[in-house]
């Protein structure tokens, strides 16, 4: 399946193809708005951004309707066919200029050092390879450049861990689009060389019994001064 991007009319071949899950997904992610506050999760992510962002798996676009004005440009990647689909026409109702493009967070097809701020969400439970997805990041990123993310992984104590790992090996990542519960995007931001700001643990949903996806975090990090190691 192809796909054009908002503006560049590029047309290009996604490797990621999960069908099922993106119907799935779709469905689950808009009732979680408001059943789960996801929306006032998203703006609390998305508050006070400013110049260029560069989106990491994008999803079907509901980031879109919470960036700030204060946004000159969105570019937006998302792999998956059906869920870009659905971004395309989540930017055309954007307030802010969204473009949608095609393209995998190990191999983001953008300039080096071109964006202001990058945006995780929700994005690196089920990246291929973490490590080189955040180095990724890090090479857009203009230097100082600031990280928002919104991750869930590990969580729960001892139990809680052995059941994430547990699904992790069998069928979860199958059913849901490569998504793994027991990372920690925590951890690996400072280890891909990111300078951790503030965050904190959300559960999500708040109330209620804990899932294996309920922890998550929610802070902000930044690309340090130095140029990246080359």
Not at 102 to 118: H, I, M, R, T, W
Not at 148 to 174: C, S
Request: aromatic letters at 6%.
């Amino acid at each position: 399946m192809r796909l054009l991007s908002t503006r560049s009319g590029r047309v290009a071949r996604s490797p990621v193809h999960h069908p099922l899950f993106a119907r799935y997904y779709a469905r689950i992610s808009v009732g979680a708005e408001s059943r789960f506050g996801m929306a006032g999760v998203r703006e609390r992510l998305l508050a006070g951004l400013s110049g260029r962002v560069i989106e990491v798996g994008a999803g079907n676009g509901l980031n879109f309707g919470h960036y700030p004005g204060t946004v000159a440009e969105v570019v937006a990647i998302e792999p998956e066919p059906r869920l870009r689909h659905l971004a395309l026409e989540a930017a055309l109702r954007a307030e802010v200029p969204v473009d949608v493009v095609p393209g995998a967070a190990e191999a983001l097809p953008v300039k080096s050092e071109a964006f202001d701020a990058a945006v995780l969400s929700l994005v690196l439970c089920s990246v291929r390879d973490v490590e080189r997805a955040l180095g990724e990041v890090r090479r857009v990123l203009r230097p100082g450049g600031e990280v928002r993310f919104f991750e869930h992984g590990r969580g729960g104590g001892r139990v809680m861990g052995l059941t994430q790992q547990t699904l992790d090996h069998t069928l979860w990542p199958v059913l849901n689009g490569g998504c793994h519960l027991s990372r920690e995007p925590v951890a690996a931001l400072r280890e891909a060389g990111f300078r951790l700001g503030p965050h904190r643990r959300v559960l999500l949903p708040d109330k209620g019994p804990a899932l294996p996806t309920s922890y998550c975090s929610l802070g902000v990090a930044w690309r340090p001064d130095e140029p990246v190691p080359r």
